[in-house]
Nanobody
Framework: QVQLVESGGGLVQAGGSLRLSCAMS????????MGWFRRAPGKEREFAAAIDWISSSTRYADSVKGRFTISRDNNKNTVYLQMNSLKPEDTAVYYCAASRGAAVVPGPYDYWGQGTQVTVSS
């Protein structure tokens, strides 16, 4: 089992920044891909960003590219999502997820955190 705990959400004005953290514990040796997804009110869960734990290669949704940066700290078993130039449409619950294979859709992700709320005011 892999446990994921997100933190760092909150309320911020448009144009501001937040950094989300996802601490991973448990049987992490076979986890290769870490993703951030988000679900806005009344919408489906959508992909935001992902990182390959081994190679550090990254992928981003077009809606966040250039504004969000995903990174990981191997020593701390933690993945981060730095969010800059936030917009009201970024308001959502943000979830961290772990997968044994590269994916930009929710299906292949085996483990999920509880989510952290991000609210961007206009």
């Amino acid at each position: 089992q892999v446990q994921l705990v997100e933190s760092g959400g909150g309320l911020v004005q448009a144009g501001g920044s937040l950094r989300l953290s996802c601490a991973m514990s448990g049987r992490t040796f076979n986890t290769y891909f870490m993703g951030w997804f988000r679900r806005a009110p009344g919408k489906e869960r959508e992909f935001a960003a992902a990182i390959d734990w081994i190679s550090s290669s990254t992928r981003y949704a077009d809606s966040v590219k250039g504004r969000f940066t995903i990174s990981r700290d191997n020593n701390k078993n933690t993945v981060y999502l730095q969010m800059n130039s936030l917009k009201p449409e970024d308001t959502a619950v943000y979830y961290c997820a772990a997968s044994r294979g590269a994916a930009v859709v929710p299906g292949p992700y085996d483990y999920w955190g509880q989510g952290t709320q991000v609210t961007v005011s206009s």
